[in-house]
């Protein structure tokens, strides 16, 4: 239902001698619908009844009328020159009142009223008493008042009943003989009749096709086509290239034995303990102490002795430029040691135990492997060593400058990495891990080398508050004061492709403090709970203040002004004037005694406010400005948001992994809304190599 917004401007009596009043009275009403927007130039239907004693008293007179409103919206009827329902106007007792009037207001302009109001007489249609009072001198005539103060909205009327269900069309069949059935929702039908067209005419016969008369193999991979109307077309070279080569055919038959070859030389003449088998398929008698591989090349011996390496005690055998062999002292290497340790030299000649030890699964350092970890290593930290004291340690430095090109393995350079190649449930990279015995520790740490700014995972700061993530980037600049000189550094990024970062509390979600300012958000904000500030001096009790709130993006301005002979004008501020985007609702209120105030004009500049009766007070007044941002609009995030399971959903994504009895919401954006839910196996899905499949 739309609702239309009457505005009670004047009534007025006029008396044009004392002799006989006229037995009527002026009203005016300005007609605006329910986005304030004048009703202009439209018929509409009332009805007018004067009431006795109260606003619910008894009607004394009725009348309707059918006024057209004017280009400013502005309907002026004469109330006693309407068509009467029941009464008498010129019979009503002025002097009984109090007297009501109430008006019932079609907007169509029929008699369907649908909006009401009553407001009560004042003095002035008392001016028809005056006829009966016993003066015999009437007043002059005053003159015509000004349009009064938009009256408030009409209550939206009651929601007309249902109309009946229409009778619709549930199916439709094609009957097959050009006729159609619908059957309708009643349980009725209806056939058409038969809706087929008449045949067409036949077409004009088409002109004579350009076939093919015949076809010539020009022997050279060309051909040639002869037309019926005479022409000719030859192709190019139509042969195809060269086929594979087939197969290797079966192997032949195994030729005759060719006639034996000459003798060759003799061979090697064997000895009985220097045996030599000059190739493998020669054959001696004796022994083959010494053997001569000619397809390998390899000379081998058993039991043998070379002349002239003789010699006591532990040598070794060294061989000079022209391949003589001779046999050098050598004090060897002594020692012992255990089962899986890797061996070092304890001493010039002696080796021991390392800090290695390798089972042939796993290795470990300072202590035993341990079959999780391929590799382990172990440190007992001496306090006397001081700091920087580590059990593993990465160190990576280059011969010039080598930049890294993005941030996968394999285009980043590290001094340290770790890489898992599945990622499965409960699976990283690399992982640090803590007990937090005492305070600022941590599970891993990223730094500056010299730590100007860092950044922890499984923190817990001075105050054994434990944190998941934790980053410094500031400390240096003061004590809590803003700082006086050039700063840089930001304490944590957040990017995200549908999110830039959540953040859910048991109890508080969120605390920011900066000594500029503490929050600033780029874009609109949405809260489902209420804009609260505290305002009061630091160290006592703070006061609780509410932002005004309204279902329009409004914007208002207010102020003080002095009334100059009864009127002022007052020019709103730039700044208003710009975020305004319609002409604002003004209301006024006098500092002090005057004859009433009424706002004569108002536009997105100003407005002009003059006192009632052309009085010439200099009243002080207060006004506020209230009117419709220039952005007032619903955004397509306000749909979003709005939503009746939004709230919910967003809980769901917000849901602690910490919990391993359940599991998150998914989000994500589809190219026009938020979706929530299970993520599309599109993309969650990992997209690995063919090679890394393996």
Sequence with gaps: MKKIVLTVATFLIVAKSFAQAPEKMSYQAVVRNSGNALVTSAPVG????????????????????????????????????????????????????????????????????????????????????AKTSGSSTP???????????????????????????????????????????????????????????????AGATGATGNGIASTVDNGNGTFTFNYTDGSTFTTSNLTGPTGATGA???????????????????????????????????????????????????????????????????????????????????????????????????????????????????????????????????????????????????????D?????????????????????????????????????????????LGAEQSGAYWGSLGYKNSAST???????????SGGGFLPTTEMIGIGGGFFGGIVGSTSHGEIIGQINSGELFATYNSGNTYTTGKNVELVGAEGVEKTPVYAVTSVDATIYSKGNIQLVNGSAYVAFDNNYKNLLGETPVVTVSPNGNCNGLYIASVDKNGFTVKELNNGTNTVAISWIAVGNRIDNRMEEATRI?????????????????????????????DGEKIQFGTLPAHLSTVKRAEADKK
């Design 46 to 129: 009332m009805q007018i009844s004067i009431l006795q004693g109260s606003a619910t008293g008894t009607s004394v007179y009725t009348e309707t009328q059918t006024p057209t409103t004017n280009a400013n919206g502005l309907v002026t009827v004469e109330i006693g020159a309407g068509t009467v329902v029941s009464g008498t106007f010129a019979s009503i007792d002025w002097s009984a009142g109090p007297y009501f009037i109430k008006t019932e207001t079609d907007p169509t302009g029929g008699t369907t009223y649908t909006i009401t109001g009553t407001t009560q007489l004042v003095s002035t249609p008392y001016a028809l008493y």
């Design 139 to 201: 007043g002059p005539v005053g003159p015509q008042g000004p349009v009064g103060p938009q009256g408030p909205a009409g209550n939206d009327g009651a929601n007309g009943t249902n109309g009946a269900d229409g009778n619709g069309i549930s199916s439709t069949v094609d009957n097959g003989d050009g006729t159609f059935t619908f059957n309708y929702t009643d349980g009725s039908t209806f056939t058409t009749s038969n809706l087929t067209g008449p045949a067409g005419a």
């Design 248 to 398: 290797t055919g079966a192997t032949g038959a195994t030729g005759a034995t060719g006639p034996a070859g000459a003798t060759g030389p003799a061979g090697p003449i064997g000895g009985a303990n220097t045996q030599i088998i000059y190739n493998n398929a020669g054959t001696a008698a004796g022994s083959a102490n010494l053997t001569f591989n000619s397809g390998t090349n390899t000379l081998t011996t058993t039991n043998a002795v070379v002349t002239g390496l003789g010699g006591g005690g532990t040598r070794f055998v060294q061989a000079d430029n022209t391949g003589a062999l001779s046999a050098v002292a050598f004090s060897g290497v002594s020692g012992t040691g255990t089962t899986n340790f890797h061996t070092k030299f304890t001493a010039a000649n002696t080796i021991g135990n390392s800090l290695i030890q390798d089972n042939g699964t796993s290795l470990s350092i300072n202590i035993g492997p341990v079959a999780n970890y391929t590799l382990y290593t172990y440190k007992q930290q001496l306090t006397a060593s001081g700091d920087g004291q580590n059990t593993t340690f990465g160190y990576r430095t280059r």
């Design 400 to 444: 010039s400058q080598n930049d890294g090109t993005a941030y996968g393995v394999g285009t980043t350079n590290n001094g340290a990495g770790g890489y898992s190649f599945w990622g499965d449930l409960y699976t990283f990279g690399t992982a640090g891990f803590n007990y937090n015995d005492y305070t600022r520790c941590g599970g891993a």
């Design 466 to 476: 434990t944190f998941g993530v934790y980053g410094s980037n500031a400390f240096g």
């Design 641 to 669: 948001v709005s939503d009746a399971n939004f709230d919910r959903n967003v809980e769901q994504v917000l849901f602690d992994d910490g919990n391993t009895d359940g599991k998150a919401s998914a989000i994500w954006w």
